[in-house]
């Protein structure tokens, strides 16, 4: 059971302005910026909440950073909530995104664009290592308990890192079987 949200935001503005501020820093990936952000400084979610949000926003079609944002958006101000999240993620990106592009065609092959690009890669894959980390302590609370799911995760990097299965049948079958323990598991409880 997750506790009460201790704060909201304030005005579409104020969600435009955070979300806009997320895609801009989040460069190979959001999701530790959104997580301190959304959790520990505007504490418009729990931990925990954020965990089965994003659990939820993995599972939708679609890239789970937007997925999360539009749910946050409409929690607070409904279908307008949901399009001024989005917009806030896509406006600012998109214009550096291709001011990139131009960039790239001109000095793509220089070695130091190569070399930091490689670099950003490296630091973008140790800040999601680093926020799964921190989201160690939800699992505290979760009904499959820390074993169990660390049973899933271990299956989840053998199938993904090791055997090469696809990522959607990795998340159909573990995640599938989650899904019934978790299900048993709360219907016992019950």
Known sequence: MTS???????????LFNTFSM????????????IERELVEKKKWMT?????????????????PALNLCIMVGAKYFGWRGALVSLAG????????ILTLAIAYAHFG??????????GMGA????????????????????PLGVKICGVLVILSFVGIA???????YVLIVLGGIGYVLAFLKLKDQA
């Open 22 to 33: 997320l895609a801009i820093q989040g460069f190979g990936g959001v999701l530790a910026f």
């Open 162 to 168: 090791i055997l090469q299965w696809r990522l959607l």
């Open 4 to 14: 009460p949200v201790q704060s909201q935001p304030k005005s579409l503005g104020e």
């Open 123 to 142: 630091v973008a894959a140790g800040m999601i290592g680093a926020t799964g980390l921190k989201l160690l302590s939800a699992l505290k609370t979760n």
């Open 47 to 63: 931990r925990a909440e954020f965990v089965e949000e994003w659990a939820i926003a993995r599972t939708m079609p679609g890239p």
């Open 109 to 118: 092959n220089q070695p130091q664009v190569v070399d930091a690009l490689r």
């Open 89 to 96: 993620m896509f406006m600012f990106p998109t214009m550096i």
